[in-house]
């Protein structure tokens, strides 16, 4: 649902803050708000006025065929009671969450990656390496709620928006585009769907949203802070790739601290 014009997109570029990139970016931005006419998402999740200009369905068919190469590259882990266990608990986020309507898929991929992802389109990949460290409901839906809150805060739409308005500013100003960049955005490269990390602050938000689903589905959002806990010291000298995108684990751990004791969820 649109309901800003140009003008409103256009607050969203900051000039007296901006380096060359960022300026360009800011042009392309302009120019990509007058053509599309809008821009701007006002999300109720996130309460961000959001920059999107791709739409659900195309998003939803780039993450369809990026999750069938996947599946076709990476064998899955055939456990019967580990997968039912990950669609209950993902079952209850999803339906927290509002989306119980949208189709979701659950899989478990034999890695030992601690690591998961998920897909716009509601397709979600939970590693091995990372299902064996969850030793409690709570820890799973900790990561679930973290993956839904990425699309119910329509991160990889964000995220391809500003990948796109990008190659423009580049074309606006002369130089060769790289459309590799902007298939990479929506995680359609070897890596899919972790090729290009979420922002710092995309991530943050995803750890806030996946609490207040984890509330309300029934899990212990309290719970989160020994499952970052225990990812940290799982990590040996190398930190998971579910944890390099995310720079300082200390930080993040603060900042559930305080979320959960500001929700007078703790205190903890
Ligand atoms: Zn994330």
Redesign the pocket.
């Known amino acids: 649902m649109c309901e800003h014009q140009a003008d409103e997109g256009a607050k969203l570029v900051d000039v007296s803050k901006m380096d060359r990139r960022d300026l360009l970016r800011g042009l392309a931005t302009g120019t990509l708000v007058l053509v599309a006419g809008c821009a701007t998402y006002e999300n109720p999740v996130t309460g961000r006025s959001q920059f999107i200009i791709v739409d659900d369905a195309q998003l939803a068919q780039a993450s369809l065929s990026a999750w069938q190469q996947m599946r076709q590259q990476t064998p899955t882990w055939n456990n019967a009671a580990a997968q039912r266990r990950l669609e209950a608990v993902g079952g209850r986020i999803v339906q927290a969450a509002g989306r119980g309507n949208q189709s979701w898929e659950f899989v478990l991929f034999n890695g030992e990656e601690k690591n998961a992802?998920?897909l716009p389109g509601g397709q979600v990949g939970f590693y091995r390496g990372l299902y064996e460290i969850c030793e409690r409901d709570d820890w799973m839906a900790t990561v679930l709620g973290?993956?839904v809150?990425?699309v119910t805060g329509r991160?990889a739409a964000e995220r391809y928006s500003r990948e796109v308005a990008t190659q423009t500013a580049l074309q606006v100003a002369g130089t060769q585009i790289n459309s590799q960049l902007a298939m990479a955005a929506l995680g359609l490269g070897a890596q899919v769907g972790v090729s290009l990390?979420?922002s710092r602050e995309?991530?943050a938000e995803?750890?806030i949203i996946g609490l207040r689903y984890m509330q309300s589905a029934g899990y212990d959002p309290k719970q989160s802070i020994p499952f970052w806990q225990a990812m940290q010291s799982g990590g040996g000298s190398r930190p998971p790739a579910?944890l390099s995108?995310?720079p300082d684990p200390d930080d993040r751990v603060q900042r559930l601290r305080n979320f959960i004791n500001q929700q007078g969820w703790g205190p903890v």
């Open positions: 992802f998920v973290h993956e809150g990425h991160h990390p979420f995309q991530e995803a750890d579910f995108t995310h």
